[in-house]
């Protein structure tokens, strides 16, 4: 929680002690700071305390607690308190609040929000989790960046943190695959062409398989694709190689958008990670008496929870996906010792995780109230909506290509002597797609739009960023000018918009701890753009390096401050922070 509102709140519990002192159930010092708001004009002051919660517990009209509360507030230092209708309105203290708010950023600096309220705690973030043979598109973008972000996020609040890449790299699909390139392939082709060259193999398997099946009403090249995928599962040496091979090329097709992006992981253990224990999983639902038999295949029931039972084996005794994720949390549970998983994939997949959560719970295990999905909504480009099946789909690899490359003809027009162009264009343009991205609800669908991403003005990624640069050449020029010897003058930083500036600063940690508590990074792209935004006005309405002393170090030293959390705030998103552009 932000100081100020702290310190009301400290102010406002006092008063009521003392004005009603016979009152009974008078609400505690946590629970008044929890009831602040901030009102809706910007002249109604800078916090506003309702008291119409109070009014049943004193039998007296709100409008008259305020009074009397307004009378018993006397602390010129922090505020001055007024009764507006039935609301305590506050009117920060401006000089103090300046001081105390520029001096807590500039002592933090990049540290600014962190906190230890994760101390001793882990998290694990199954993130990304792409899947193996196939390139990596935009639809994979979000679970990417999101799990990225609360990431840092989480290790900025002090929790351990464990990303996991869990792969899909199990299932019949790489049985086809080597049987496609066992027919079609050779190793020459798939070296060069990599992901893609694997993708058309799979391609041709399903055409050829189709058309064996209208032709001759047989499936003998799908029966050969299952015979494969057996000999992977029997450990066949070649086989194997095939497999591992083909796991090799994609990870480093990715590792090329990851590197990009900026993430890391700490695990890349994917679904066959869990082939050696999954026996586990079933012995231990059977001994529990949860599985049943339902047409050959083996299920846990989830009529009493309302959902479609959850497979666990196929008539062939063949393990899913549930399976491999119930293996795959009890692993992270003894491994990790978690005390929150979260599981940042798509809302598609919202039902196959309620299932699997309830099957946990059902096994016994206490942290399955600590499994959480983190849903998202889709995304699309251009107003089209992607679809492997239809054939449209856009590679990340490709549109963070373009990124870079509209970034630079921006760079070319607006500023060609930059020094070092490559990497403001890969920042630039990389941030813009990452801030896109984050920018709304994670739950809100998204669509992608150049024009938007790349804009200047407004809600983007260069926006922020460029106020970002733009506070560091104040900073630079103020260097190059000397300091003068005047103490900082937090008169200087009386006026609205560097309070509204202030304002929002003050409000950031709060925002990193809502978003942590929300599984929503979306919270801290906002607060850093209204940051910026807030910046930006103050920049525009004030001389800063010509003002005269004393105001012009307090306005050079908010300046270093706004510098600071604007970084801080693109750090904890994924975005880098260039300090020209
Ligand atoms: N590989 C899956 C997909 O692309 C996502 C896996 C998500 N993580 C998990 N533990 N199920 O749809």
Known sequence: ???????????????????????????????????????????????????????????????????????????????????????????????QFAQKTVEKVLAAGERYGASDIGQGKTVCLDYSSINIAKRFHIGHLSTTMIGHSLKRIYDHLGYRTVGIN???????????????????????????????????????????????????????LEDEGRAYFKAIEDGDAEALALFNWFKELTLKDCARVYDLLGVTFDSYAGESFYNDKMDRVIDELRAKELLSVSDGASIVDLSDADMPPCLILKKDGATLYATRDIAAALYRADEYHFDKCLYVVAYQQDLHFRQWFKVVEKMGYPWAKDLVHVAFGMISYEGQTLSTRKGYVVYLEDLLQRAQEKAMAIIEEKSPGLPDKATVARQVGIGAVIYADLFNNRIKDIDFWWDRALNFDG???????????????????????GTADAPADYTGLTDDHAQELLRQMSRFPEAVLDAADKNEPSMVTRAVTEIAQAYNKFYYENRILDAEPGVREARVSLTRAARDVIKTGLYLIGMEAPERM
């Open 459 to 481: 809600e983007t990624g260069p926006y922020v960023q460029y106020t970002h640069a733009r506070c560091c050449s104040l900073l630079r020029k103020a260097a190059e000018q």
């Open 166 to 220: 869990h792969l899909g790299d199990w299932g019949t699909q790489f049985g086809k695959l080597i049987s496609a390139y066992k027919r079609w392939g050779n190793r020459q082709e798939v070296e060069q062409g990599g992901v893609e060259a694997l993708t058309r193999l799979y391609v041709k398997f399903h055409e050829v398989a189709e058309e064996e099946e209208k032709t001759s009403g047989t499936h003998a």
């Open 1 to 95: 929680m932000d100081d100020m509102k702290w310190t009301l709140a400290g102010l406002i519990h006092t008063a009521l002690i003392n004005t009603y002192p016979q009152a009974e159930g008078l609400p505690a010092q946590e629970e008044i700071a929890g009831l602040l708001e901030v009102p809706p004009e910007r002249d109604m002051g800078d916090y506003a305390f309702p008291c119409f919660k109070l009014s049943k517990a004193l039998r007296m009209g709100p409008p008259m607690i305020a009074g009397a509360l307004a009378a018993a507030i006397d602390a010129p230092d922090v505020c001055q308190a007024k009764q507006l209708g039935g609301y305590l309105n506050f009117f920060f203290n401006r000089v």
